[in-house]
Nanobody, 124 residues
Framework: QVQLVESGGGLVQAGGSLRLSCAAS????????MGWFRQAPGKEREFVAT????????YYADSVKGRFTISRDNTKSTVYLHMNGLKPEDTAVYYC?????????????????WGQGTQVTVSS
């Protein structure tokens, strides 16, 4: 069982930056690939970024590639999402998730554990 708690969301102007953090409970954090997803009002939850167990492999949605960076610190059981060049269309609730696989994955059904979400609002 893994419990995930996100933090770092907030209100930022377009072009600004935020760093989201997701702290995981348990001693098996390094056994999980981690991902970030987001859900805007009236839209389905969508994949943002994923990272494998070691941090050596990452994948991004085309909409955030070059602006967002996912990273992890296994010694702190924490995964991060560094967001630069934020746009109003990035406004959403951002969710951290853990997948019972070592490999990075954007496949939604592989994610078994989810955080409660943190709101990111980008003003124009």
């Amino acid at each position: 069982q893994v419990q995930l708690v996100e933090s770092g969301g907030g209100l930022v102007q377009a072009g600004g930056s935020l760093r989201l953090s997701c702290a995981a409970s348990g001693r098996t954090f390094r056994s999980y690939a981690m991902g970030w997803f987001r859900q805007a009002p009236g839209k389905e939850r969508e994949f943002v970024a994923t990272i494998n167990w070691s941090g050596g492999s990452t994948y991004y949605a085309d909409s955030v590639k070059g602006r967002f960076t996912i990273s992890r610190d296994n010694t702190k059981s924490t995964v991060y999402l560094h967001m630069n060049g934020l746009k109003p269309e990035d406004t959403a609730v951002y969710y951290c998730a853990a997948a019972r696989t070592y490999s990075a994955t954007y496949y939604y059904p592989e994610y078994h554990y989810w955080g409660q979400g943190t709101q990111v609002t980008v003003s124009s």
